[in-house]
């Protein structure tokens, strides 16, 4: 198996999902989608650089593209256009990498893909470095808004009521524990310990983490999680479905009509074929007399033209003799 399959066949590693997703984000930031998408670099998920995604020639086209137009924000030249050879521009890239001061240390075969850990690590540099010339830095996160009192999310009530339930169930069990162990004969101390150990054992497992960090970090793997969910197959082949039922009512409609019209145009050329051998057999009865007489002319012309052949022939055997007897006298 080659390098390149195998590398193909390698999942990505956990950062690179990261890395690809805080691309889009920088890439946002420099209003990408206004300055260097068109009709043929479209704006793109923000995992699009962590696989394959279908058309293998598109998505390396779009990266090297990509590459190129971060470093002209860098006033940097790709030293390279589309015709090259895909090695040739990846080789071109590890240069323009190390000009503008960037980590190249690793082989150009790795970007040969347009996609992986090493694509997104080089785009998420190239985008850093243009901010950083841009004058564009990330502040730190501000967390005291959590504390002023904002208003519950939907999705924090939620948690928050089936929090209180679990609490309120396991209290109740651990009561009734306690109450059927109390009354044990195996003694006091004994059932209370073990009911103390089953409240132990149901108490609500509370989470360290807050709320927000939680809801943030829901929102940034929630595309993920729909993109391999079972519903796009569902919706896959329910799209299959109706576009099959549709294509299935165009032709039960519109045949009807393409029938009618096939029928007419077959018997139409049939009328015509008809016309033209009739046609053709009038000619011939008109000028058969015609034909007759020019093939009798052609045939005592050839007749002619065989005599006249034949004459020279026949002189030249005549002078022969002539001169032969000359000769002996």
Request: aromatic residues 8%; hydrophobic residues 35%.
């Amino acid at each position: 198996m080659s390098e390149t399959a195998s590398r193909t066949q390698q999942p990505p590693a956990p950062e690179c999902y990261s890395l690809a997703s805080a691309v889009i984000d920088m890439l946002n930031i420099l209003d990408y989608e206004a300055n260097f998408c068109d009709k043929d670099t479209p704006p793109v998920h923000p995992i699009y650089f962590c696989g394959p995604a279908g058309n293998a020639a598109l998505q390396f086209a779009y990266f090297t593209r990509l590459v190129a137009w971060l470093l002209s924000l860098l006033k940097k030249r790709a030293a390279w256009d589309e015709y090259d050879d895909p090695h040739t521009v990846c080789t071109n890239i590890l240069v323009a990498l190390k000009d503008a001061g960037l980590p190249a240390d690793f082989p150009p075969q790795r970007l040969k893909t347009g996609y992986g850990n090493t694509a997104a690590m080089v785009l998420h540099g190239l985008c850093g470095k243009v901010l950083e010339k841009t004058g564009f830095r990330f502040l730190e996160p501000d967390f005291s808004v959590l504390d002023q009192g904002q208003p519950r999310t939907d999705f924090e009530n939620s948690m928050g009521d089936e929090l209180e339930e679990e609490v309120e169930d396991a209290v109740s069990d651990g009561e009734d524990d306690a109450e059927y162990f109390g009354a044990a004969a195996a003694g006091p101390s004994r059932g209370e310990s073990f009911s103390n150990g089953l409240l132990e054992e149901k108490q609500i497992v509370r989470s360290t983490v807050k709320p927000e960090d939680w809801r943030v970090e829901c929102e940034r793997v929630s595309h993920r999680l729909r993109k391999i969910g079972p519903g796009l197959v569902d919706r896959e082949w329910r799209s299959h479905l109706m576009q099959t039922q549709q294509y299935h009512d165009l032709f039960n409609s519109q045949f009807p009509t393409v029938k009618a019209q096939l029928t007419k145009l077959s018997a139409e050329l049939d009328k015509s074929l008809r016309e033209i051998v009739e046609k053709e057999e009038i000619i011939g009865r008109l000028f058969d007399n015609k034909a007759e007489s020019y093939r009798q002319m052609a045939a005592a012309h050839e007749e002619k033209t065989k005599e006249s052949g034949q004459a020279p022939c026949d002189r030249s055997s005549l002078m022969s003799g002539i001169m032969s007897s000359m000769t002996r006298y």
